[in-house]
């Protein structure tokens, strides 16, 4: 089993801010959330105390969703809804979400235009996607250099498939999160 430790160390939550961070994309009570790459839940077991609608949290690897599965009956949690996706199949219906979010996923994604295009399908009309990558430029931790994705390069991406970009902020030295709301 690969070590999934990292997900959850004090330092990255310190950065990643996760309440703070989905209140600041708007999640409020009543809404839909998919958490697109979930891993150990950093954002879905927050999300799922903030909304009393469901938290769907995607993952193509079964042993992350197991993690969430876990945190969840330890605290008693009955609106996260666990998804075994693959990049072309994300389980999710057209136009039923608030807010889809990534972090630190995109990067995994081997043709990004087409799966935003996915996204923005599973979004409801003004819906909101928010995406955490890296800077493009050299860190001590993330992926290696040309696999990140430079944020005015994802804002010109997003806008190409009809999102309008709303905020880009920083999350510590090395993260930015960029926020776009579906535009038509
Ligand atoms: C770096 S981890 C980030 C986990 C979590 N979003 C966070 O910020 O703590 C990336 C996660 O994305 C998942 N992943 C990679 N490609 C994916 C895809 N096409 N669909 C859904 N999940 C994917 C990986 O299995 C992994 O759990």
New binding site residues.
Partial sequence: MKD?SH??SEQ?LAV?QPEQTLRRIGLKEGDVLC?????????TVPAAKMTTNTIYA????QE?LDIIAGKAAKEKMTNIELLK???DD?GIARGSLDIA?????LH??DDQPK?LQKVRDMLKPNGTVAI?EFHKRETEKGPSLDRKIASENLAELLGMIRFNVTEIFDLGPDLYCIVAKKNG
């Fill in positions: 999934k997900l959850d990255r990643l958490d697109i790459g979930a891993g150990t839940g950093v954002f995607l993952d193509v690897d992350m996706v693959t990049e994300t979010l990534m972090s630190t996923v995994h994604i799966y955490i």
